[in-house]
């Protein structure tokens, strides 16, 4: 660390950090806060005895996570409506080319796995963030989270378990994914509801999350009926100057919906055997920010 000044240290380490606290709050707008209280604290430290400043960064940033996350369990108790992850615009290209350590982050940032990971522990969701999207050692998560090797592994396990008993159990193409994408904007924008209608598996769900700050199914709706009639009558109330975009949301296709040149709503579709299975719309405002670039 010789010859580096703190700042180029922490910049070296910055997307990790930032990636490992937005798996951990599902916010993007918490993860930057906490990735600028580490900063506070790494610049404030004494550094000289600090050997390893990446792991040394990932335990100061873990530890705040956690305790904001302990936090905000408690405020979503009385979240008006269904909660959803912050969606974030993500675009891995050519500085991810091994496809297998693509696949492993597109899982661990989507969606899909996010709303899962809301159901675990603190410790237990920094435990899963820290081995199985950064493949951290245990020997280390055990020094970050100040617990036994043992514990360690123990919440590691629990974690595993939960998440692939709830976690959608099919892999779709990325090309397949946005084809579907790009039909259901075009049977939704266009009032073609038998083309929307047969978009949809029988049994799929809507969840939308507006935070009570904008207009949204206060409930997760289900069936194919309900959720294409939904989805056709909103469409038939455009609001002036409404665009469309399909763009990477969270390691695969979504849509992000303008007005008049603001974000409006993140949309992302679950899809199943060529139907779409699940469709998340994010209209909470507040949650929409950092796709406004």
């Not at 603190?122 to 280390?140: N, Q």
């Not at 039909?183 to 209608?197: C, I, K, N, P, V």
């Not at 989805?231 to 695969?252: K, M, S, W, Y």
Request: net charge negative; glycine share 8%; aromatic share 6%.
């Amino acid at each position: 660390m010789a010859g580096d000044t703190a700042t180029d240290v922490f910049e070296t380490h910055r997307s990790v950090l930032t990636g490992v606290a937005y798996r951990m709050l599902g916010r993007f707008t918490d993860a930057e806060d906490v990735v600028q209280e580490a900063w506070l604290r790494w610049s404030a430290a004494d550094r000289s005895d600090v050997r390893e400043p990446r792991g040394y960064l990932v335990r100061v940033t873990t530890r705040l996570a956690v305790d904001r996350l302990r936090q905000a369990q408690s405020r979503r108790e009385t979240y008006v409506g269904p909660w959803l992850p912050e969606p974030i615009a993500t675009h891995f290209g050519t500085t991810v080319p091994d496809s297998a350590e693509r696949a492993e982050l597109t899982e661990s940032v989507s969606l899909a796995v996010l709303v899962v990971l809301e159901s675990l522990s603190p410790l237990e969701r920094a435990v899963f963030v820290l081995r199985e999207a950064f493949g951290f050692p245990y020997g280390e998560i055990a020094t970050t989270l100040d617990r036994s090797e043992a514990a360690v592994r123990q919440l590691a396990g629990r974690a595993r378990r939960h998440v692939d008993e709830r976690k959608p159990r099919y892999d779709v193409d990325p090309a397949e994914r946005r084809d579907l994408t790009e039909r259901f904007l075009a049977a939704a924008s266009g009032g073609d509801l038998e083309a929307l209608l047969g978009l949809l598996a029988p049994d799929v769900r809507l969840v939308g999350d507006s935070g009570g700050k904008a207009k949204a199914p206060l409930r997760v709706m289900e069936s194919a009926d309900k959720v294409g009639r939904f989805l056709f009558a909103v469409a038939q109330q455009p609001v002036p100057g409404t665009e469309f975009r399909i763009l990477e949301l969270n390691g695969a296709p979504g849509l992000l919906v303008l007005a008049e040149g603001k974000p409006d709503a993140a949309v992302q579709i679950e899809v199943r055997d060529g139907r779409i299975q699940c469709v998340y719309i994010v209209r909470n405002p507040d949650k929409l920010t950092a796709l406004t670039a």
